[in-house]
């Protein structure tokens, strides 16, 4: 049941950041989402190692060696912006001056709270960074990430059983399987990618999931 791929998964969370918003994006696989923001819209990066106005990675050749986000990746800066203290951009995340984050996750649960910084397992090196700051701060946080780990097991469970980063904080959930909505009363499927349908995404994480509304409830 082949979906998209993560830079495809980049390509469709950026289409779903609208105009004027304030954005920062997690370590790792979200960082893609700056190569896909429409450049007709006005979309203002952050990232909290103290950098709003973000622009997208840069052209081969063209890396400025002290020009970094967060995860130490070369990138760019975008006409307007602005550099500050680490402290100032924590006051920012922790302020609910951000829109939206996007962030990867270990696991997220059917009420919408975030795994993300360690597994717990014995001599782990946690690496929680800003991401508690994020989740609680941002109006919206999405996840990005694959629906399944690489044993077969779901990324998205009823229950989360490591630490946690925060409750009941993600709004949306992006894979490459399918988008799926936080509700009030569990998960609602937004879109299905590849041959997927609800049915087989519930045999997949195990959980009841509301088919999308377009659909009239059907499975």
């Known amino acids: 049941m082949t979906g998209l791929s993560r830079d495809e998964l980049a390509r469709r969370i950026a289409a ?26 006005e979309i203002i ?3 909290e190692n103290g950098l709003l106005g973000m622009g997208p990675a840069p052209e081969p ?10 995860g130490k990746q070369p990138v760019t800066a975008l006409p307007g912006a602005a550099y500050f203290h680490h402290a100032d951009s ?9 829109d939206i984050c996007v962030l990867g996750a270990f696991q997220v649960s059917e009420q919408g709270d975030l795994a993300n910084w360690s597994t717990g ?9 800003g991401a508690m700051d994020l989740a609680i701060g941002a109006k919206q946080v999405f996840v990005m990430t694959d629906l399944l780990t690489r044993d077969g097991a779901s990324k998205i469970v009823a229950e989360c059983t490591y630490p946690l980063t925060g409750v009941a904080c993600v709004s949306r959930i992006y ?14 499927v937004r879109e299905v990618f590849g041959e997927h349908t609800v049915a087989s ?4 994480t195990g959980l009841t999931l509301q088919a999308p509304a377009e659909q009239g409830g059907s499975r």
Do not use: C, S, W
């Open 45 to 47: 990066l952050h990232t």
């Open 61 to 70: 050749g063209r890396v400025d060696p002290d020009l970094i986000n967060a």
């Open 90 to 98: 924590f006051g920012m995340m922790r302020g609910g001056h951000l």
């Open 121 to 129: 397992e014995p001599g782990a090196i946690p690496a929680v960074g």
């Open 16 to 41: 779903d950041i609208p105009e004027g918003a304030y954005v920062n994006l997690g370590i790792g696989a979200p960082t893609l989402v700056a190569n896909h923001l429409p450049q007709d819209l």
């Open 175 to 188: 894979t490459g399987d399918a988008v799926f909505d936080v509700t009030g009363e569990g998960l609602r």
């Open 201 to 204: 995404l519930e045999k997949l």
